[in-house]
């Protein structure tokens, strides 16, 4: 059974699910067209895209997950919740949909994550949309210092048991207030300790996974960088600041960026503006299964 049940006001979507290697994994599917796979990351959920999916699911498919232990999906007890984990899953649920000339869009977590899948599945992707992100080992004092004070024994006790991404560092990562009924959706999604074991090890896995993203960097310049890739960013992000959009901008061969009025949830802060510069983006695209190759 899924945690709690969204407001239909707020989240006027079907809920789909899939049986994973994982467990039961939830997922809306909205719209016809090309698809377009949205991937959040920490604390957040598919919830996270209902702004941008309400605008563009007149033009496109629309498919966003939760991993388990997030959103509505199961929380099962036997699960890594390592990153590599989640994009396993993903990559089971692309394959089990068959999406083909696929955009990947992917923010915080949600960036590694699509793009190991990207890497993996190149085949049948047609373009990236990426901001607020990374891809590489952490490299930044700000990065490190984060990852160890959140992976200590006392904040990994407050995220557990206080639901601390939720109610303390989430709303001071957008720019303008979340209503009272959104922030419900955060945190029931989240309710109980079990179910926070995935918020609280994200964290963790930015030393854990060191080695995990250093193969994903190597695979992404070798295989990634002719790829079309649109990257909104927040400007006002404190854990993702303007260096890494620069390093993306430098990495990738095609690129155009999306400089936001926004903190590091960019859904939340301006989700209007990436639905338009998405659509302009995808429909300035060259005809699908014309990639150029890597």
């Known amino acids: 059974m899924p945690p709690f049940t969204p407001d239909r006001r ?6 789909r699910w899939f049986d994973s290697s994982a467990g039961t994994v939830h997922y809306i599917d909205e719209g016809v067209g ?25 033009r496109f498919r629309c498919i966003a997950i939760d991993y388990p232990g997030f959103g509505l999906s199961e929380a099962p007890d036997n699960y890594g919740y390592a990153p590599a984990d989640h994009a396993g899953v993903v990559r089971e649920l692309v394959k089990h949909l068959d999406l083909q000339n696929l955009t990947i869009m992917g923010q915080d977590w949600g960036g590694p994550i699509g793009l190991r899948v990207a890497v993996d599945e190149t085949t049948r992707l047609r373009a990236l949309v990426m901001g607020n992100t990374w ?16 992976s200590s024994t006392p904040l990994q006790s407050q995220i557990l048991r206080r639901n601390l991404f939720v109610e303390k560092i ?19 999604a989240l309710s109980t300790p079990t179910r926070r074991v995935g918020a609280a090890e994200f964290p963790r896995q930015l030393i854990e ?6 193969d994903l960097m190597d695979e992404v310049r070798d295989r990634l960088l002719n790829v079309p890739i649109l ?12 260096p890494y959009l ?7 061969k095609v690129s ?14 301006a989700p209007g503006e990436i639905a338009e510069a998405m659509q302009g983006f995808l429909d300035g695209l060259p005809p699908t299964g014309s990639l150029p190759s890597a």
């Open 231 to 242: 990257l909104p960013w927040g400007l006002h992000d404190l854990t993702f600041p303007q």
């Open 256 to 269: 155009q960026v999306l400089r936001l009025d926004a903190k590091h949830y960019i859904q939340e802060d």
């Open 34 to 58: 090309d698809p377009i796979l949205f991937l959040h990351g920490n604390p957040t959920w598919s919830f996270l895209y209902r702004g941008i999916i309400i605008r563009l699911k007149k």
């Open 10 to 15: 707020l989240f006027p979507f079907e809920s």
């Open 209 to 214: 996974s060191t080695l995990w993203l250093g």
């Open 170 to 188: 989430m709303p001071m990562m957008v720019k303008y207030p979340l209503a009272d009924e959104v922030m419900h959706h955060y945190r029931e």
């Open 246 to 252: 620069e390093r993306f901008r430098e990495d990738f």
């Open 135 to 150: 891809y590489w080992p952490i490299d930044t004092l700000m990065s490190k210092t984060f990852a160890y004070i959140m």
